[in-house]
């Protein structure tokens, strides 16, 4: 199975190629490993491609440098688009994906920082991303650190106390050197978010908490880049990323069956002509 290649790293990169390449692998590991959450990792592809193409300060090739910025995934189940991503930036070989959720692979279904550069925690268990990266923004603050902490959640996370207890924690202590985006695909595991436990008004919840909020489309570059690359401002910030689970396959794109199915071989074709035409 052909694996796109990573970009070369002495170019500028080309964040919507860097989405459709790692689109376009999460789905064939995916179907390689007849595994589930494709749904949910297409819904922030376009997030992490702009992260890794245009925002984060990193060296792939160093991937403990200290001086790195740290991106947390607390959504851990969309594992596979996270790997694509780091394996597109060069933190390790494009063939580890030919071997995801293999016996002894280092690439499990839920996202592991044992054995897999370029991850800083391993996560899966919602609810705790946020206060794993409260954590780390209060250490860079108190060892006068440059390097800034950002982290994306699911929506559906955020029916879990333990995101709000961090909500509440951050402004406190005027972390903001902190960035958390919310891949609000208004779908979770049972159903759409509304009808499982609505979170509206979703904006105006952390503004409340004393956040500085912005609302964007998840799948627009220049939005994301420019909402990503602000300024710091004087409190923690939270970008409201409207997205559409599944999004680049029109047949996944706001369907709750894809949190669960696995592409059989005629999908995975189907869905990588769409991606690649995209």
């Known amino acids: 199975m052909a694996y796109e290649m990573s970009h070369d790293d002495a170019l500028e990169l080309d964040s919507p190629r860097f989405a459709k390449n790692i689109r376009k692998n999460a789905l064939r590991m995916v179907h390689h490993a ?3 959450h494709i749904g949910s990792g297409l819904s922030m592809a376009d997030i992490l491609s702009v992260l890794y193409a245009s925002i984060l300060n990193l060296r792939p090739q160093e991937p403990n440098w200290a001086e790195r910025d740290r991106l947390l995934v607390s959504k851990g189940h969309a594992a596979a688009m996270l790997y694509a991503s780091l394996a597109e930036r060069g933190f390790f070989p494009q063939e580890w994906l030919e071997k995801y959720c293999d016996y002894g692979s280092p690439l499990a ?3 592991t920082h044992c054995k897999v550069p370029g991850v800083e925690t391993s996560s899966g268990s919602l609810g705790h991303g946020l206060s794993l990266a409260c954590g780390m923004a209060l250490a860079a603050t108190a060892d ?3 390097w800034r902490v950002f982290v994306i959640l699911s929506d559906g996370e955020c029916d879990e106390g333990s995101i709000w207890e961090a909500a509440m924690f951050a402004p406190f202590h ?10 609000y695909n208004k779908i979770q595991s049972f159903g759409n978010v509304v009808d499982v436990l609505n979170l509206e008004p979703f904006a105006d919840k952390w ?6 909020v912005t609302e964007v489309d998840g799948h627009d570059h ?13 409190r923690p910030r939270l ?13 996944m794109e706001g369907r709750l069956a894809w949190h669960y199915k696995s592409p059989n071989t005629e999908e995975l074709a189907k869905a990588l002509n769409e991606v690649e035409a995209s």
């Open 109 to 111: 279904g839920h996202i």
């Open 222 to 234: 220049a939005a994301l880049k420019y909402a990503l690359a602000k300024n710091p401002t004087d």
């Open 34 to 36: 007849n595994s589930s």
């Open 174 to 183: 005027n972390l903001t050197n902190l960035t958390a985006v919310i891949d």
């Open 207 to 212: 503004r409340a908490f004393g956040w500085d």
């Open 144 to 146: 006068r650190a440059t």
């Open 239 to 251: 970008i409201l990323a409207h997205t559409i689970k599944g999004k680049g396959v029109s047949f």
